[in-house]
């Protein structure tokens, strides 16, 4: 099983920018589609981002479309997310996962367990 952990959320203003990073256990992460999720106060998981195996096909969700940048580092076993412009409707606690496809993945297209995730907060 791959393990998968969460880092650089904070409390940010918005306009403000952010990246996330999410490191990855083992040798076989450059074999995997992997994605960004989040959950946001009283709402359900959502897809944020997607990337293929090599790093040269994305798609995102239409909200973060545009401000948003998901890239790997395969050499690195790690993933990132780039949030530029935040907006308060951006707050939610963010997860990476593993991926069975990349346009748009829901929360059952993944593999393996969610982890702790890392918080986002976007003030006004």
């Known amino acids: 099983q791959v393990q998968l952990v969460e880092s650089g959320g904070g409390l940010v203003q918005a306009g403000g920018s952010l990246r996330l990073s999410c490191a990855a256990s083992?040798?076989?992460?450059?074999?995997?589609?992997m994605g960004w999720f989040r959950q946001g106060p009283g709402k359900e998981r959502e897809f944020v981002a997607a990337?293929?195996?090599?790093?040269?096909?994305?798609h995102y969700a239409d909200s973060v479309k545009g401000r948003f940048t998901i890239s790997r580092d395969n050499a690195e076993n790690t993933l990132y997310l780039q949030m530029n412009i935040l907006k308060p409707e951006d707050t939610a606690v963010y997860y990476c996962?593993?991926?069975?496809?990349?346009?748009?993945?829901?929360?059952?297209?993944?593999?393996?367990?969610w982890g702790q995730g890392t918080q986002v907060t976007v003030s006004s």
């Open positions: 996962k593993i991926v069975s496809r990349v346009v748009a993945p829901t929360p059952t297209d993944t593999y393996f367990s």
């Open positions: 083992g040798r076989t992460f450059s074999s995997y589609l």
């Open positions: 990337i293929d195996r090599g790093g040269s096909i994305t």
